[in-house]
Each structure stands twice: as C-alpha cells, then as structure tokens.
C-alpha cells in the first residue's frame, strides 16, 4: 500500500538496536552516516556504517566503541547533536566539514574521498570555527 514513511522495516527490529553494515566493517576506523544508501557510498572509500537517523542509542554507541576513531558523516542539521555523542564515544570522533546540504549518496567517489580525508577531530578549531559559521 501507500506509506508516507521512507523506509519500511520489518516488524519486531528497533532500528536503534543495530547500527547498518556493522558485521561487514573491518579496520578500526569507520565513517557514520545517518542513511543506508549513504553508508552504502561512503564504504567505497572508508567503511561505513549507517545509525537511521541523526540519533544514536547507548547500544549503538556500544558498538562504535570497538573502533579507534569514528568519523561523523551526518546531514547538516544533524552536527548540532554531534559533540553530545563524541563524549560518550570512546573514540577519536572527526566530522566531515560539509555545508552543501548534499549527503554521501549524492556524491561522486572522489567527493566523498576529499570530504573525508580533510575531515576533521570534532574537539578542533577547525570545526568550531565551521560550526560558527554554519549554526550561529
């Protein structure tokens, strides 16, 4: 039938129980991404996983604490919620310093690759002087 929903999921999963592509991911560093389709694009250049949206439970930060640094690739909106979660990571956490309202699924391999090779450690001056210019 019609559903105004963007993803249908199978009944009985809570989506903040798993984190998309986890069991594939090896390596210790992983990007984050809120969407499977973004994930999907990211793991081209870095492996990628995706949280369903622009929160994350205490069992999907869990899970990213297995990795040496997790690298936040979330749409603009979302980076405000970012630093939150960074503290509760046991990890390096970088974010991607992106402001064209484009996601990973939209981009080429080679954007995304520029994108997360300069990303940047979310406790940086680069990115609180990013965040000045985007969230004031």
């Known amino acids: 039938g019609d559903s105004d929903r963007k993803y249908l999921n199978p009944t009985g999963n809570k989506q903040s129980d798993f984190l998309f592509n986890f069991d594939s991911v090896v390596g210790d560093v992983v ?18 996983v995706a949280s369903f949206g622009k929160s994350l439970s205490r069992r999907q930060i869990g899970m990213l604490n297995g990795f040496r640094r997790v690298v936040f690739y979330w749409d603009l909106d979302a980076y405000p919620q970012v630093e ?14 992106h402001c064209d ?6 981009r080429t391999r080679d954007e995304n690759e ?23």
Do not use: W
């Not at 309202?101 to 939209?106: F, L, P, R, T, V």
């Open 31 to 48: 990007v984050l991404t809120e969407g499977v389709f973004d994930a999907i694009k990211a793991s081209e250049v870095i492996p990628a």
């Open 101 to 106: 309202g484009k996601d990973a699924g939209e």
């Open 84 to 97: 939150s979660y960074a503290e509760r990571i046991q990890a390096e956490c970088y974010v991607v310093t």
């Open 114 to 136: 520029e994108l997360l090779k300069n990303s940047v450690p979310v406790d940086s001056v680069v990115y609180q002087m990013f965040k000045m210019k985007h969230f004031s």
